[in-house]
């Protein structure tokens, strides 16, 4: 069955080398406008002899650029901070362990060898250590790979969601379940002794039924913070570990349990299927379907508390739908932890920001409607680090390919 590609992984040449690319920053200037653009020169000191920069691949957390050799190298920064470009090579040694596709968490990497196994490199106290996650027996190889900040997601030859979580030293207090015979609508908290210890890199198994017997497949995949988002090619949504500190991972001081592991999303489109989706931070949400593009951030939570399982929450997001952006073929989606802000690459090279939700009472609502922000001709990919957006275009094309948008009025 046919499962995703790593939205932004270029297509290798008949040779097998990857052609090259060309990288080019937009410097971010507020509101949702970018002011100069200008070559992205980030990762040039570390391009290996000969070799040519590929392309990008974009993380909540990390921005990974491949060349054209099969190795990577990245730059933290989804939001406000960012680092110097460093080798991923410091992780995972390319040598030993060569990867098809990479995606960056939060001091942590993932990725996919040529045998469809998962690899997760974590930093611990300054000691990389790379483990091959476990599969559960008789599951396929794995073809995509995304990392949230402390979970790693994958999608196998069958189509199916297959979830780990990654160690960070804090203590899990809630219980915990496998993805297994998940039917329509989602699965309930389990029962269980409340105080249950999440065992790092113990694979769970999202099997849908409609993905078991081939009718669907999952057509877009994205890692959040705390939780990963999946369309499908029957047009449906599914989020899964909202918030979920206790279940994809053990993050800092997160202690609610959400009441369903994996819980469908209904969007306000008739879609037949879902092309792009892109997680961040906060639980905002963008999906791009046939229909028309819907967002999200979770700003109808219901919380509830009992003596035996202490404090739950139920989900309950109200998507909605973006018009402004009908009958725009999307290339790509990427959200930026810095303001809830998105952007949103057309097939025609056109790029549109927007907010999906105001971080001020004072912002102006025109924020939340999608405007072009610069037009990039022969743009390949997207990805933000810190709050600008790099943009990779055909090798040997310059900062002249770019046509900057006036910049959008103030709230003053």
Known sequence: MASPKAPSSPSPSPGGRRPGVTMLRLKFQWPLSFSVAEPATEFESLVPEGQ??????????ALVAQF???????REGGGYSWSQALP??????PVKYPLQSVSGGSLHFAGVNKKGRVLSSKSRGGEKAVKVLDVPPGEPAAVAVVAGAYHVAAVNEAGGLMVWSVEDNQTATGAVSAFTAVQVGAMPLPAGPAGQVVVP???RVWRYPALINGRVRITALSAGVTHTLIGLSDGNVWVAGIKASERFSRNSGISTIYTKDVQQVKLPVKARTVTHVAAGDSDVCVVATNAGVCCWKDDKTKYNFSESSGWSATYAPAPRHVPELDGVAIKQLAVSNAYHMVAALAADGRIFTWCVALSEKSWPAEWLQPGLAVTVSGAIAIGWAERDLYVTVPEGTGPEAVRLA????DKS
């Open 201 to 203: 890199y113990a694979p």
């Open 88 to 93: 991923l090579s410091q992780y995972i040694d």
């Open 52 to 61: 040519k920069i590929a392309g990008i691949s974009y993380s909540t957390a």
């Open 406 to 409: 006036p910049a959008r009025p």
């Open 68 to 74: 054209s050799d099969g190795s990577y190298a990245y």
